[in-house]
């Protein structure tokens, strides 16, 4: 796992250059909380498989991205929104409409059995409650709380003002800490709850493999 932006950079330029190694490394560091927000979008049922289709897309285009660890965040979470949309669109969950796809339904998730999801995101339970906020406030706390996204970052993945990110973000924590403090069960985890780009530190190695073909997921 890498610890801070700066060892995420380093292995972002280090795939790109076909470093199989930092890849997985890079995969390691962001799946789990892009993996709560795909949850947010689409439930428990059909997030593995929209974060799959989500990794391979940027697998495919990682050549195209530039920019530090903040903007690899916020370009991995657009991709991911984008799939998970497309993806509610081919299943007939809602009717395709224009506008804000912000108002999509929001669809209460399980309790997390993904180990390393449950400790991106404390319990299964917070990401519960979290589906359970009305839809722009629950992407606005994923994606500024769990993934780790500024305000203006969050905004851009969103199509919106980072002022509405903030006050979404701002009525949707205060929201889940009331449903926190009416189930015991969750009590002392919106604490818990990792803010932005803390993760486990760790050494990211060079294996200077290129790569050849598509990554999948069973790969990283």
Known sequence: MLGDDAELTAAVLAAQGGDETAFRAVYRAVHPRLLGYVRTLVGELDAEDVASESWLQIARDLQRFSGDADRFRGWAARIARNR????IRMRGRRPAIGGDESELTGRPAASDTAGEAIEALATGRTLSLIAKLPQDQAEAVVLRVVVGLDAKTAAETLGKRPGAVRTAAHRGLKRLAELIGDDPETAGVLD?????????????????VTHACPRTQKDM
């Open 84 to 87: 998970a949309l497309d993806h």
């Open 192 to 208: 818990a709850l990792p803010l932005q780009r803390r993760a486990p530190s760790g050494a990211v190695s060079s294996a200077g």
